[in-house]
């Protein structure tokens, strides 16, 4: 072989065992919801967020946006949405946050925090860069709108009594790579958002923020509480992410020590096999067989 041939192959292989040895264990599925009327959540979501309706495996109403699903299940009475749980929000990005706040309002959406400007939150004395604000959703699930570069599904917020471990605790059973860690204690506005994490699992960003900001943003939900309630059965009940292996991936998660809530099943003829497991601060997750995809 030529040597510059030669060196082009060397560069390939070795480019191939890096993604190889950095590949996640696991890859986002979707975000589960508990909705009194999945139909209209369905049109408010498509509606109102850069997504669309389609058929989860070919037979379940459901929400695509662009890389994974919003899926609903029918309850009698409205879940609890205050923020008890680990859980906090999912979010869309907006190029012009302003622009598209407007845009919200001419639609009729309902806020449950206005537009507000956070440009200093990562320190100094910037204005006008960085917005958010938080959609109150059908089942009042809170959806956050915040200055991105993309108008796409893009994050879900959660809070966690140790949120280190937590970055740590997804980094070593699902294999994904470069969590970012803010180690030290940090105060934004009189509320702690520090010490946090954030990773990203495909397009969708998972920041981590510490219990004492829900201790101070809702004082009155907190005062007689040390812990979080379980995500089962909550509005935005439990993050899906996909595994190659269900069976495989359960018996190295058990033998790691993880907690096994539900073993295997399959449903819609057998097109769809899961299970669930419990992540920190009672985060129920489940484990789907196979990679998300629009049918």
């Not at 925090?113 to 604000?133: E, L």
């Not at 009594?161 to 970055?167: E, N, Q, V």
Request: no cysteine; hydrophobic share 40%; net charge neutral.
């Amino acid at each position: 072989m030529q040597g510059s041939k030669r060196i082009v192959l060397i560069v390939a292989l070795a480019a191939a065992a890096s993604w190889a040895q950095d590949a996640p264990l696991a890859r986002l599925h979707h975000v589960h919801l508990n909705v009194t009327d999945p139909k209209g959540s369905i049109d408010f979501y498509t509606s109102k967020f850069d997504s669309e309706k389609a058929k989860f495996a070919g037979a379940v109403d459901a929400v695509w946006a662009q890389k994974s699903w919003l899926l609903f299940t029918k309850v009698a009475k409205p879940a609890p949405s205050e923020i008890f749980s680990t859980i906090w929000h999912i979010g869309w990005g907006a190029e012009d946050m302003q622009k598209e706040y407007q845009r919200q309002l001419d639609m009729g959406t309902k806020f449950q925090t206005p537009i507000t400007d956070i440009s200093d939150i990562g320190g100094g004395n910037a204005r006008g860069v960085f917005f958010y604000a938080y959609v109150d959703g059908p089942d009042h699930e809170l959806i956050e709108l915040n200055t991105a570069r993309h108008h796409n599904f893009g994050h879900m917020h959660l809070l966690s009594k140790d949120p280190i471990a937590t970055g740590e605790w997804y980094a070593k059973h699902f294999g994904i790579p470069n969590v970012r860690y803010g180690k030290q204690k940090r105060m934004y506005r009189g509320v702690q958002i520090g010490p946090s994490a954030s990773m990203m699992i495909d397009n969708l960003n998972l920041i981590i923020y510490p219990i004492e900001y829900a201790q101070t943003a809702w004082p009155e939900l907190w005062k007689d509480r040390a812990d979080f309630e379980p995500t089962k059965g909550r509005v935005i009940d439990h993050l899906g992410l996909s595994v190659d292996n269900l069976e495989e991936t359960l018996a190295r998660l058990e033998k790691a020590g993880v907690k096994i809530t539900d073993p295997p099943r399959s449903v819609l003829g057998g097109k769809v096999k899961y299970a669930f497991i419990e992540g920190p601060d009672k985060m129920r997750i489940e484990l789907v067989e196979g990679h998300a995809k629009k049918e």
